[in-house]
T-cell receptor, first 112, second 114 residues
Framework: DAGVIQSPRHEVTEMGQEVTLRCKPI?????LFWYRQTMMRGLELLIY????????DSGMPEDRFSAKMPNASFSTLKIQPSEPRDSAVYFC??????????FGSGTQLSVL | AQSVTQLGSHVSVSEGALVLLRCNYS??????LFWYVQYPNQGLQLLLK??????LVKGINGFEAEFKKSETSFHLTKPSAHMSDAAEYFC????????????FGSGTRLQVQP
């Protein structure tokens, strides 16, 4: 298996623009997680899905952030409009039954 | 609510020396505990996990951790550091009640000096 695949690896955008991050989990995994990593706040859970259903989105910073999982093999995290303080590395992870998370390589987002 | 505290954001050891990375947890229910490692420009990889079986857990690359309930600790150790161990290490906790998401500590960056 190719592991968790995230795209793009790097995204540079201007403040106010819409940003969409993509994730393909490992086939057969039933849980998917979006994390954000910054120097100041470390790793923060944004949202997680179980069987494509959002279970906990309490970590989503505000209404500008939204996440979807239309099927078991694809998820998106959207930021609209983006702001400089959204600059971070965004990780997607998947797991089977939640005990061991497999992380993607992350998307480095820079909002200018 | 669950949380983990990692003491020391940076740890430096000499090659061949003992590695000790500290983690204390807080959880209202029996926890699952994990150590993950992150190499530069990569995602996190699982080193080891504790899920209420043996309190001494052995992981990959010679690392191990001991769950001590009385101290609410889950420190990570390795008898002899190798240059390739230089990375950032994260302790994480989840509750074994069905909520699957992990709460991560702030991380400890390990430097290994030649």
């Amino acid at each position: 298996d190719a592991g968790v695949i995230q795209s793009p690896r790097h995204e540079v955008t201007e403040m106010g623009q819409e940003v969409t991050l993509r994730c393909k989990p490992i086939s057969g995994h039933n849980s998917l997680f979006w994390y954000r990593q910054t120097m100041m706040r470390g790793l923060e859970l944004l949202i997680y899905f179980n069987n494509n259903v959002p279970i906990d989105d309490s970590g989503m910073p505000e209404d500008r952030f939204s996440a979807k999982m239309p099927n078991a093999s694809f998820s998106t995290l959207k930021i609209q409009p983006s702001e400089p303080r959204d600059s971070a590395v965004y990780f997607c992870a998947s797991s089977l039954s939640g005990e061991k998370l497999f992380f993607g390589s992350g998307t480095q987002l820079s909002v200018l | 609510a669950q949380s983990v505290t990692q003491l020391g954001s940076h740890v430096s050891v000499s090659e061949g020396a003992l590695v000790l990375l500290r983690c204390n947890y807080s959880s209202s229910v029996p926890p699952y505990l994990f150590w993950y490692v992150q190499y530069p420009n990569q995602g996190l990889q699982l080193l080891l996990k504790y899920t209420s079986a043996a309190t001494l857990v052995k992981g990959i690359n010679g690392f191990e951790a001991e769950f001590k309930k009385s101290e609410t600790s889950f420190h990570l150790t390795k008898p002899s550091a190798h240059m390739s161990d230089a990375a950032e290490y994260f302790c994480a906790v989840s509750e074994n009640t069905g909520r699957r998401a992990l709460t991560f500590g702030s991380g400890t960056r390990l430097q290994v000096q030649p």
